[in-house]
């Protein structure tokens, strides 16, 4: 079946590093795909998403590109801040068009002043 | 501004208790949704209703119900509480379709002794 993996955490990087981390997915069509940040205490917000190959999704320096030939959607920043600590979700949408998400296990990034 | 609320943040019950967990979205979406995050595990779905009345089995709906009678509104409900049912309970909203962006609530975090 459809699934996400993520980088297992948690990531610790000291500020203005750059930030990579991985995620790659299993499905048969075409998915939308979508990276959710979790700030302490909070739900899931919609960091960026692509819905066709070779989108590139970016928002407050994040970046990632859907790669359909490596069924690959990593998150990069080129400079981290202590603000960006958080846990990291890499999702998906079925791409059989029905109401399925599939989220990875998440990934925690600690940023050090 | 899209906007998902959720009636507590933190709920402490009895084993064997009713417990109710409202959602609500001033958004106008169709489709709702209700997960639990565990560490290690990620999201997973309990229901969805992608419209009134309309509801889904997710991946893990033992022990839980739904009830949707107004579009803006979705709840869960634990019959009989159990101590595992411990967890962070998360509410998203979602226009349509799997491309459409799910947006979050805050979470309630329920603890059940």
């Known amino acids: 079946g459809d699934s996400v993996t993520q980088m297992e955490g948690p990531v610790t990087l000291s500020e203005e590093a750059f930030l990579t981390i991985n995620c790659t997915y299993t499905?048969?069509?075409?998915?939308?795909l979508f990276w959710y940040v979790q700030y302490p205490g909070e739900g899931l917000q919609l960091l960026l998403k692509?819905?066709?190959?070779?989108d590139k999704g970016s928002n407050k320096g994040f970046e990632a590109t859907y790669r359909k030939e490596t069924t690959s959607f990593h998150l990069e920043k080129g400079s981290v801040q202590v603000s960006d600590s958080a846990v990291y979700f890499c999702?998906?949408?079925?791409?059989?068009?029905?109401?399925?998400?599939?989220f990875g296990t998440g990934t925690r990034l600690k940023v050090l002043a | 501004d899209v906007k998902v609320t959720q009636s507590s943040r933190y709920l402490v019950k009895r084993t064997g208790e009713k417990v109710f967990l409202e959602c609500v979205q001033d958004?106008?979406?169709?489709?709702m949704f209700w997960y639990r995050q565990d560490p290690g595990l990620g999201l997973r779905l309990i229901y969805f209703?992608?419209?009134?009345?309309?509801?889904e089995k997710g991946d893990i709906p033992e022990g839980y119900s739904v009830s949707r009678e107004k579009k803006e509104r979705f709840s869960l409900i634990l019959e009989s509480a159990s101590t595992n049912q411990t967890s962070m309970y998360l509410c998203?909203?979602?226009?349509?379709?799997?491309?459409?962006?799910?947006?979050f609530g805050p979470g309630t975090r329920l603890t059940v002794l």
């Open positions: 499905a048969t069509g075409y998915p939308s």
């Open positions: 209703s992608y419209d009134v009345k309309m509801k």
């Open positions: 692509a819905t066709k190959a070779d």
């Open positions: 998203a909203s979602r226009a349509r379709t799997g491309k459409d962006t799910q947006y």
């Open positions: 999702a998906l949408s079925d791409p059989a068009g029905t109401y399925k998400y599939i």
């Open positions: 958004m106008d979406h169709e489709n």
